[in-house]
């Protein structure tokens, strides 16, 4: 038997060994294959959400995120259809006063956008919001001519405020420069996402 002989030998002796080790090992359990695909997945969101809040830190100054917030938040506040609690701006639904009335909550804010926002007295929106309250048949003019409601506990009325409040809030939403804003705050969280991905 020459040597090259004895190498094959051991090759097969080596190849046989492993696989016996295989077969004693086995396949892990369906329970231990689930936990450890489980551990990877864990993983995977702790460094993805970890690359996110670095990839927030990174981009969000220099693309203008936080500026274009400060913008929409501004614009939000000063329309008037919002309400300010903590430094927050809230939506007349999410900050209802439960100590006032329906008419109290929703048509101040309301009349105040359409009679103090430019394009609302441009386009008459105070106008076609009083026409909405005749109309309706839920209001009655007093002696100086403004609308009181008939029943302002009724949930026709609420419905009445709740619509023509979200018709106010869609309009402020249609500005130019509100759109702009929140259009760029989306393309940011978008790029963001994507250099968190790859």
């Known amino acids: 038997m020459n040597e090259y002989d004895i190498q094959a030998m051991d090759e097969l002796a080596r ?4 696989k016996k080790d295989a077969e ?3 396949r892990p359990s369906l329970m231990r294959r689930i936990g450890s695909g489980a551990l990877d997945v864990l993983f995977v969101a702790i460094v993805f959400v970890a690359l996110m809040v670095f990839s927030a830190v990174v981009l969000f100054e220099p693309l203008g995120y936080f500026k274009a917030v400060e913008d929409i938040n501004f614009q939000s506040k000063q329309s008037g ?4 609690k903590g430094g927050m701006l809230f939506s007349i639904h999410n900050a209802y006063d439960q100590t006032l009335s329906v008419e109290q909550n929703y048509n101040p804010a309301i009349e105040f956008f359409y009679k103090n926002d430019l394009r609302c007295i441009t386009a008459g929106k105070l106008d076609e919001y009083n026409q909405a309250k005749e109309q309706s048949g839920l209001f009655a003019k007093d002696g100086e001519g403004n609308f009181v409601a008939k029943d302002n506990d009724s949930d026709e009325i609420r ?3 709740q619509q023509q409040y979200d018709k106010a ?3 402020l939403a249609q500005d130019e420069s509100y759109v702009q804003s929140a259009n760029k705050t989306f393309r940011i969280m978008m790029i963001t996402l994507f250099v968190a991905i790859l």
């Open 159 to 161: 419905t009445f405020y």
């Open 169 to 171: 809030v869609d309009f």
């Open 15 to 18: 190849k046989e060994k492993i």
């Open 81 to 84: 259809l919002y309400v300010e």
């Open 24 to 26: 004693n090992i086995g």
